[in-house]
């Protein structure tokens, strides 16, 4: 899995949650932390939910559709906080995004 | 002359004088922790992290060297040597070791030590933590004027995987101030340390001596208006944030501990509801019995 | 290594006024909260800060041992950081009980030292305190003066040994480091000037502009009604105000011939030297 800060993130864009990224359940919000920089990050329920998504590598066009499927809310609306918050995990560390081929 | 005592749980034998600590009742099991006097050999290995008053090896091995008082050498969660320098009163010693000394061997064991008081509450502990000067001891004993047994004064050492408050000794530091405002008697105290103004005050009677579970966590702030605010309660990101800024000997015990292992502890205790009480610096010590009944008033709105 | 640049001045000689000038500088003109400064809120005798950069607990050591150890919390806070540092201070500039400087030369960028007519300090630190103004004089003539003595239970600050207000003086100003002199008189009389001056000798390069906007934004009825709303952290529980009068020659008003005699008597030669005596 390649570390790639730069690279746009887009529907067939392939994510993570990254390995120094450590995290702690706290009622249904979850409290992360980078073992890389030491810093502290707030998860409210739904940013939570889409965390627990992560655990395993999937495609931000997978990650949404399960999600409109989930909340029905329309796919516009979910592609733009989803894109927010993996763009927050990213600048903080938390998400690893591998260069799709 | 050896005695055996109770610390945080653990069978003490300590060749220094720790009168303080409750006298080791428990069963007849082998010792957990030996404090001993004794030379300090120089190690050959130089240490991995410095700080003027404290060194730390790869092994966690810890020194702390306080000129003129001494040097203390802590080994493994279990073992402390205590070179006290010439002529030094077993007095002075104490307050490091049951402060430094205590905090480090906590780390090497898995614990997590905060700068926090702690009381009994019915059938729970409750833990006031804030920096020095914020009022934690002091409010710990107006706590215990209601009749809420003290675990701890200054270091609470928590077991994590409890999590649990685990009880310390029958002694507090408090202010002649404090001592008025709450009818005690400052006969016979000596301060903690020459020149000090804070005495050290055997509780006689109140000591809460078996490990709770914690119901709630009262961080206390220090603000210029005031006297005092309700508890508000923190959200998970800055609960955790917080009780990490309150760990004791922090420095030292984030490099004995892994990082993980210190989070996960922290996130354990931060499942307890963790509140920010405000109080005016300075306030008058006359407030002071109002504010333990509103501490006392929103603990047992939990299960205690 | 970026050193540290120390504020220093006896108490009530415009200290907090040129920090908050620097913290609206510093932050482009934007409005501070007098219980939250950014830039400018590093104290030398900060108790918490002391116990995390040396991460040992200051109230399990004795007066000695917290001065002893204080020049090593500073040289780790050199060491470490990316910028200078700002430090105020009410400390004497003197020796630590082990023999060297408290405030060591190797790590020390500046001073900037505020200085004040003791006559108008005296009346100042009495408000300050709720003490009289009697008992004030004779505090200001002791060379054992301490400011912040943990006599009301464990103040956030760590002992500060202010000696005699002349002593304060004399030790800064022979201190073997780059000092600017600004008097609070000067200040109030021409404040683009004079914090103009501390500004440049901080290094911080700004427009005539930007010095006038932020001489403005921290005039003295602006701090009063701040503090009116929001309180202020330095403001001791006895005193009404932390900004009270914000004036020079208020002594004529408020000291007896006596008592300004006194004064007189205790420190008129660094009175002289800094003309406060025609």
Request: proline share 7%; glycine share 6%; hydrophobic share 40%.
């Amino acid at each position: 899995m390649k570390l790639n800060n730069s690279s746009h993130l887009a529907p067939a864009t392939i994510i993570c949650r990254s390995t120094s990224a450590l995290y702690s359940s706290i009622g249904d919000e979850t409290v992360l932390m980078s073992l890389e920089r030491g810093n502290y990050y707030g998860l409210d329920a739904i940013a939570t939910d889409i965390w627990l998504r992560l655990e395993e590598p999937v495609s931000i066009g997978d990650l949404c559709a399960r999600l409109v499927e989930e909340y029905e809310a329309d796919l516009p609306t979910i592609q733009q906080d989803v894109l927010n918050l993996l763009e927050q995990l990213r600048t903080e560390g938390f998400l690893d995004v591998q260069d799709h081929a | 002359m050896a005695a055996d005592y109770h610390l945080c749980g653990w069978r003490v034998r300590s060749d220094i004088d720790l009168s303080e600590l409750l006298p080791w009742q428990g069963d007849d099991r082998s010792v957990d922790v030996e404090i001993r006097a004794a030379s300090i050999l120089k190690t050959t290995e130089d240490p991995v992290f410095v700080l003027p008053h404290s060194n730390l090896w790869a092994n966690n091995d810890f020194e702390l060297n306080m000129p003129g008082v001494g040097r203390f050498r802590v080994e493994a969660g279990c073992r402390v040597l205590v070179e006290p320098a010439a002529d030094r009163l077993e007095n002075e010693l104490k307050a490091f070791l049951l402060g430094s000394v205590l905090g480090v061997l906590c780390h090497q064991r898995g614990l997590l030590p905060l700068h926090a008081s702690a009381v009994r509450i019915r059938e729970s502990a409750v833990l006031i933590a804030g920096t020095t000067g914020a009022g934690k001891s002091t409010l710990a004993a107006a706590l215990g004027l209601r009749g809420h047994g003290l675990l701890t004064d200054d270091v609470a050492a928590i077991d994590p995987s409890g999590p649990l408050v685990l009880p310390a000794y029958p002694q507090r530091k408090l202010t002649p101030d404090v001592l008025d405002a709450l009818a005690l008697p400052h006969d016979g105290l000596v301060t903690h340390r020459p020149g000090q103004v804070k005495y050290r005050v055997p509780l006689s009677d109140g000591f809460a001596a078996a490990p709770l579970a914690p119901a709630a966590i009262y961080i206390l702030k220090q603000t210029p208006l005031g006297p005092f605010g309700e508890p508000v309660r923190l959200p998970p990101v800055n609960a955790m944030a917080v009780l990490n800024r309150m760990i004791y000997r922090r420095q030292v015990g984030t490099r004995i501990q892994p990082k993980a292992a210190l989070f996960q502890s922290i996130g354990r205790l931060a499942q307890i509801p963790v509140y920010q009480v405000n109080r005016r610096k300075g306030a008058p010590l006359d407030t002071l019995d109002r504010f333990a009944a509103m501490i006392e008033a929103h603990a047992l709105q939990h299960e205690c | 290594m970026h050193g540290i640049y120390w504020l220093a001045s006896y108490p009530k000689s415009g200290n907090t006024w040129l920090r908050l000038f620097l913290e609206n500088l510093l932050d482009n003109g934007n409005s501070f909260d007098l219980n939250n400064l950014r830039f400018t809120a590093h104290n030398a005798a900060e108790r918490q800060r002391f116990d995390r950069i040396l991460d040992i607990c200051s109230s399990d050591l004795t007066d000695d041992e917290i001065a002893n150890a204080r020049p090593r919390q500073f040289e780790l806070e050199a060491a470490a950081a990316t910028t200078p540092l700002l430090y105020k201070t009410h400390d004497a500039w003197r020796l630590t009980p082990a023999g060297e400087p408290l405030f060591p030369p190797a790590v020390t960028r500046g001073v900037v030292y505020l200085v004040r007519d003791p006559r108008d300090v005296a009346i100042s630190m009495a408000h300050h305190m709720g003490q009289s103004v009697d008992q004030i004089i004779v505090r200001m003539a002791n060379p054992q003066a301490v400011m912040e003595r943990a006599s009301i239970r464990m103040p956030g600050q760590l002992p500060q040994l202010l000696t005699t207000w002349s002593g304060h003086a004399a030790s800064w100003l022979s201190a073997p480091v780059p000092l600017l002199l600004l008097k609070y008189e000067e200040m109030l009389a021409d404040p683009i000037i004079s914090f103009g001056k501390a500004a440049g000798f901080l290094g911080y390069k700004r427009t005539p502009e930007q010095i006038r906007a932020a001489v403005e934004a921290v005039r003295f009825e602006r701090l009063q009604e701040m503090e009116e709303t929001t309180g202020f952290g330095e403001k001791p529980p006895q005193a009404e105000r932390f900004f009270r009068r914000g004036i020079t020659g208020g002594w004529r008003d408020s000291l007896t011939p006596e008592q300004a005699g006194r004064i007189t008597a205790d420190h008129g030669e660094m009175m002289r030297l800094f003309g406060y005596l025609a």
